[in-house]
């Protein structure tokens, strides 16, 4: 099986820079915002990436689009054949 290759939409890009620049708002230093950020990455490619159908399917979205939890935020995503497209993203206690 090979690994797949994750994408952001549009929307999901301009939500990880809302989360990175929340953060930035609560004076962490960039150091660390940067390798919070990187850390949903890499756990995306990992997890998506090599099980790409683990996450819940949410039918109320669309046919075949599926949510997993990674600290507190929900990633909205579909399964495309060789990449994994990332639709959106929010925390769980926020939509």
Known sequence: MSKRRIIFSPRASQRMGEISDYLYKQQLSAT???AYMNRFEIWLDMVL???PDSGM???EYGDDIRRVVYKEY????????????ILTV???NKP
């Open 32 to 34: 660390f915002v940067c």
């Open 49 to 51: 990436g090599e099980f």
């Open 57 to 59: 399917l949410m039918p």
């Open 74 to 85: 929900s990633f909205i995503y579909r399964n495309m054949g060789t990449q994994i497209e």
């Open 90 to 92: 929010y925390r769980e």
